[in-house]
């Protein structure tokens, strides 16, 4: 029993920078592997011949892994404990990222891209379920924020960094670029194994499959659809919305501002996340801002629509880490992969199927304003649930048997 509860003692103020940085590292490359591809897409293309549609997959099929491979990703969360399937998760990651580098054809291309982003939808429930694991309760919010922030700013670091910094260093080649990106994740991968806690695999098996009976994963993950639906939709559809105004030449530096906003958004939450986590209220207000500047890229001209999208894309931020921080507040350490994996199959499934489904109606109407006017229907639907979030701590049920090693 001592040594269970060495084991399961949150490390001292003196060691939490180190594993805020091995959360913000694990975080970095939650997004950098997915959002290299557009800024290579054209290089891609030329040189392997590929459709329109083909470039396109590039991003849009890891999206839809990311719904995919949160199962999986729970399953091994159950089976060898968050810390090793976060590492295990990062290996896949890198076997897939970096072999688009060495692939000879479109196909193994998509297969390639598809392996890398399962490895990411694996990573994402197992953050989230190791916070309990490393941090005491009041460190929870905090600990969320800082990978959230890494992931933000993975995203803003494989848009914006790849094509002016790093691809002329490596001879303007597009494979070597994908691989110099991925390599150093198996260096973030072995350094996980640093902190002394939680390295056994679990002692007993816990659930894995959603628990659909609790209507957090049904409610939390329709509300992450509202803020993936709006990012990533507003995201595909900004260039074409911009060219039907004749405003297409503005679109490099909307899309510049546009993710740079979530960037902003994980600094404020760094500063804010212990106040805010949690809160019903401000849940509510970043949902109700994220739709109405959404609504406004559709109603205002000029540069106030860009303004619009700029803010929808800060608040967005905002209430993804709100949501995302929820499941290590509100249920016990050995659920937290469970309910993060079914929060993240509902919301990044409609991510992906909203603004593929306003896509359908725009191609049948014409008018690309309508896959966004799509996005900010779903979104008002789901609006009302936000009301009927529980978000006391579910007390844990008492402990039988041999205590779990990952707990």
């Known amino acids: ?27 970095v490359y939650l997004r950098i592997p997915v959002l290299v591809a557009p800024p290579l897409a054209p290089f891609i293309g030329d040189d392997l011949a590929l459709s329109q549609a083909l470039t396109g997959a590039l991003t849009t099929l890891p999206i839809l ?5 949160a199962m999986p990703g729970s399953l091994a969360i159950s089976r060898l404990g968050p810390r090793n399937t976060l590492a295990l998760a990062m290996v896949i990651m890198v076997i897939g990222s970096a072999g688009r580098g060495l692939v000879p054809d479109a196909t193994t291309l998509m297969l390639a891209s598809a392996v890398m982003g399962l490895g990411v939808a694996m990573m994402q429930p197992a953050l989230p379920a190791l916070l309990p694991r490393w941090l005491e309760p ?8 800082i990978y959230m922030n890494g992931m933000l700013m993975g995203e803003f670091i494989g848009a914006g960094i790849t094509l002016p910094v790093l691809m002329p260093l490596l001879d303007n080649s597009w494979r070597a670029t994908l691989i110099a990106w991925s390599l150093p994740a198996l260096v973030v991968a072995a350094l996980l194994f640093l902190p002394r806690r939680d390295r056994a695999r679990p002692v007993r098996k816990v659930a894995w499959l959603p628990d659909w009976k609790n209507p957090l994963t049904l ?17 595909a559809y900004m260039g074409a919305l911009l060219e039907q105004r004749g405003q297409g030449d503005r679109l490099a530096e909307s899309l510049f501002w546009f993710n740079l906003a979530q960037v902003a958004a994980s600094l404020v939450m760094l500063k804010m996340a212990r106040a805010w986590v949690g809160r019903r209220s401000l849940i509510l207000i970043m949902a109700v801002i994220s739709i109405a500047g959404t ?15 700029t803010l929808m894309s800060f608040v967005a931020g905002i209430l993804l880490i709100l949501l995302v921080a929820l499941p290590p507040l509100l249920v016990s350490a ?23 489904v306003g896509g359908l109606i725009a191609d049948w109407t014409g008018n ?7 996005m900010v229907v779903y979104s ?15 007390a844990s049920p008492p402990a039988t048997g041999t205590p779990d090693s990952s707990v």
Request: glycine letters at 10%; proline letters at 7%; aromatic letters at 8%.
């Open 1 to 27: 029993m001592a040594e269970y509860r060495a084991a399961t003692t949150p490390p001292p103020p003196a060691r939490l920078l180190p594993v805020a940085v091995l959360l913000w590292l694990a975080g």
């Open 65 to 69: 892994m990311l719904a995919v491979g």
């Open 138 to 145: 009041h460190h929870l919010a905090v600990g969320s924020a």
């Open 219 to 235: 409610k939390v993950g329709l509300l992450l659809g509202l803020s993936g639906s709006m990012f990533f939709g507003l995201n």
């Open 295 to 309: 609504t406004g890229t559709l109603l205002l001209p000029g540069w106030w629509a860009i303004a619009s999208a």
């Open 334 to 356: 050995e659920k937290t992969g469970q309910l993060s994996a079914g929060n993240f199959l509902v919301g990044y499934t409609l991510a992906f199927s909203v603004p593929m």
């Open 368 to 374: 690309v304003s309508h896959a966004v006017v799509t």
């Open 380 to 394: 008002i639907l789901v609006l009302p649930l936000i009301f009927t979030l529980d978000l006391t701590r579910k």
